[in-house]
């Protein structure tokens, strides 16, 4: 759980440690990351899986050496979906063989650093990169393991941006039109290659489970046809990730263990039905495990009242550090966490400092009417897809990320600085 505390007199503490405290000595804005909880959550998706399933983290969500390192200790896997993600993972210690190496347009070198470096799993994602992939494990004189990434027509209820399993998107093979089946007879067929099994991912942010229960029902009717076709009965299937987290008060997420149960149960019904061996699941939760423990912590600057509208309450950072609500329209909360107020609410805007009207943080919320400049204010719940997706839009500094642990805090992703800056800016 949550290390997440306030004091009497108003000061939140993560950590055991005040963020008062955390503010003076890392700067704002900062990403706060309660390293306890982070682990309690990988573990808890570990346990309830078990021993016969893999939990892969997605590591787009977040990734630093220390999160592998935590990951590796928690027993967890680890899918990643670019070099740079697979370099992290490798220097950390991670071993390839837990790795799973995911993407849609995958470069010739990076495939060839998968394959060299030994990684558990590459996610086929197309017709040529089935070819592609083989031609270049043969080269180097591997046969390697891989999954083929297929859709499974699923409208899965989310966000057009992050919903992935529906036709008219880029990812994966369509099982419309016999597309799937073909690329197994590919992918069967080539020496280079060992099909271990198939991978469905149908989205993102996703509460309901109805999309995984079609998802997995598809994804076993493929296994059955293919055990039919080739006698090969494949021994893996990958659900994906995309279980959602409370963003706000209005979100009810599913805990670990009922996830676990209700995917063990389909995928068996499912292969009892067709008489299958049960297949080894995995799933690659990313939002899930480190969604909800980090916040941003910022300072608030320029409070502007609008008329019978709202209060614009600015921040020390905006969209380059959380671009999730001006992509997404994406839903936060926030809290004063720096001293109790006893003032009335008000409605506020929270946005950053940059040059759009679009930079906004928080759309609704509340705040004490005598919020002032100096004050902190956290945004909960941005451990995922928030430090992964910032950029140095009007050369923001990018905030570090600080690792908080039994009263004690470590940088474990520093602050950009202005040198970091210049040094790319090489006219
Ligand atoms: N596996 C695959 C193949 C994926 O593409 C993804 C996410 C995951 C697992 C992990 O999904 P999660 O459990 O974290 O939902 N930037 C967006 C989310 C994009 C997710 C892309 N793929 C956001 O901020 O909401």
């Given at each position: 759980a949550s290390t997440v505390t306030r004091t009497p007199d108003g000061v939140v503490s993560v950590g055991g440690i005040e963020v008062t405290r955390l503010a003076e000595e890392f700067g704002t804005p900062a990403y706060l990351i309660d390293e306890v909880d982070f682990r309690e959550r990988a573990r808890a998706w570990r346990t309830a899986f078990g021993e016969d399933a893999d939990v892969f983290y997605a590591g787009k969500a977040f990734l630093s050496r220390a999160v592998v390192r935590w990951l590796h200790e928690e027993g967890l896997n680890l899918d990643v979906c670019s070099g740079g993600e697979l370099t992290t993972a490798l220097s950390a210690?991670?071993?390839?063989?837990?790795i799973a190496f995911h993407g849609n347009n995958k470069s010739v070198d990076e495939i060839e650093t998968a394959i060299r470096a030994g990684v558990g799993r590459i996610v086929l994602d197309s017709f040529q990169e089935i070819v592609r992939v083989a031609h270049i494990a043969q080269s180097l004189g591997k046969r390697q393991r891989v999954q083929i990434r297929i859709t499974v027509g699923v409208e899965a209820h989310t966000h057009e941006f992050i919903a992935?399993?529906?036709?008219?998107?880029?990812f994966g093979v369509p099982l419309a039109g016999g597309q799937a089946a073909e690329a197994v007879r590919r992918a069967l067929q080539l020496d280079g290659l060992e099909l271990i099994g198939i991978h469905s991912h149908i989205g993102s942010?996703?509460?309901?489970?109805s999309g995984f229960e079609v998802a997995a029902h598809r994804v076993v009717g493929l296994l059955k046809d293919i055990r039919d076709e080739h006698g090969v009965e494949l021994p893996e299937i990958d659900l994906g990730g995309g279980l959602g987290i409370a963003y706000t008060s209005a979100d009810d997420p599913r805990e670990p263990h009922e996830i676990a149960k209700a995917l063990h149960e389909i995928v068996s019904r499912e292969c009892e039905a067709a008489k299958l061996r049960t297949p080894r699941i995995s799933v690659e939760p990313g939002r899930a495990i480190v969604g909800p423990t980090a916040f941003t912590l910022y300072e608030v600057g320029t409070i502007k009242p609008l008329e019978n509208l709202r209060t614009y309450v600015s921040v020390d950072g905006g969209m380059s550090d959380n671009i999730r609500t001006a992509l997404y329209d994406a839903e936060y909360s926030v809290a004063l966490v720096s001293r109790t107020s006893e003032a009335a609410p008000m409605l506020v805007r929270v946005v950053g400092?940059?040059?759009?009207?679009?930079?906004?943080?928080?759309?609704d919320a509340f705040l004490p009417a005598d919020l002032a400049p100096g004050d902190l204010i956290a945004v909960p719940a941005?451990?995922?897809?928030c430090r992964s997706m910032a950029s140095n839009y009007n050369h923001a500094l990018r905030p570090p990320v600080v690792a908080v642990r039994e009263g004690e805090a470590r940088v474990i992703v520093r602050r950009e600085t202005e040198e970091d800056l210049l040094r790319l800016d090489v006219g």
């Amino acid at each position: 759980a949550s290390t997440v505390t306030r004091t009497p007199d108003g000061v939140v503490s993560v950590g055991g440690i005040e963020v008062t405290r955390l503010a003076e000595e890392f700067g704002t804005p900062a990403y706060l990351i309660d390293e306890v909880d982070f682990r309690e959550r990988a573990r808890a998706w570990r346990t309830a899986f078990g021993e016969d399933a893999d939990v892969f983290y997605a590591g787009k969500a977040f990734l630093s050496r220390a999160v592998v390192r935590w990951l590796h200790e928690e027993g967890l896997n680890l899918d990643v979906c670019s070099g740079g993600e697979l370099t992290t993972a490798l220097s950390a210690g991670m071993p390839a063989d837990r790795i799973a190496f995911h993407g849609n347009n995958k470069s010739v070198d990076e495939i060839e650093t998968a394959i060299r470096a030994g990684v558990g799993r590459i996610v086929l994602d197309s017709f040529q990169e089935i070819v592609r992939v083989a031609h270049i494990a043969q080269s180097l004189g591997k046969r390697q393991r891989v999954q083929i990434r297929i859709t499974v027509g699923v409208e899965a209820h989310t966000h057009e941006f992050i919903a992935t399993a529906h036709e008219d998107q880029k990812f994966g093979v369509p099982l419309a039109g016999g597309q799937a089946a073909e690329a197994v007879r590919r992918a069967l067929q080539l020496d280079g290659l060992e099909l271990i099994g198939i991978h469905s991912h149908i989205g993102s942010q996703i509460f309901d489970m109805s999309g995984f229960e079609v998802a997995a029902h598809r994804v076993v009717g493929l296994l059955k046809d293919i055990r039919d076709e080739h006698g090969v009965e494949l021994p893996e299937i990958d659900l994906g990730g995309g279980l959602g987290i409370a963003y706000t008060s209005a979100d009810d997420p599913r805990e670990p263990h009922e996830i676990a149960k209700a995917l063990h149960e389909i995928v068996s019904r499912e292969c009892e039905a067709a008489k299958l061996r049960t297949p080894r699941i995995s799933v690659e939760p990313g939002r899930a495990i480190v969604g909800p423990t980090a916040f941003t912590l910022y300072e608030v600057g320029t409070i502007k009242p609008l008329e019978n509208l709202r209060t614009y309450v600015s921040v020390d950072g905006g969209m380059s550090d959380n671009i999730r609500t001006a992509l997404y329209d994406a839903e936060y909360s926030v809290a004063l966490v720096s001293r109790t107020s006893e003032a009335a609410p008000m409605l506020v805007r929270v946005v950053g400092k940059h040059c759009e009207s679009g930079d906004i943080v928080v759309k609704d919320a509340f705040l004490p009417a005598d919020l002032a400049p100096g004050d902190l204010i956290a945004v909960p719940a941005t451990g995922a897809y928030c430090r992964s997706m910032a950029s140095n839009y009007n050369h923001a500094l990018r905030p570090p990320v600080v690792a908080v642990r039994e009263g004690e805090a470590r940088v474990i992703v520093r602050r950009e600085t202005e040198e970091d800056l210049l040094r790319l800016d090489v006219g």
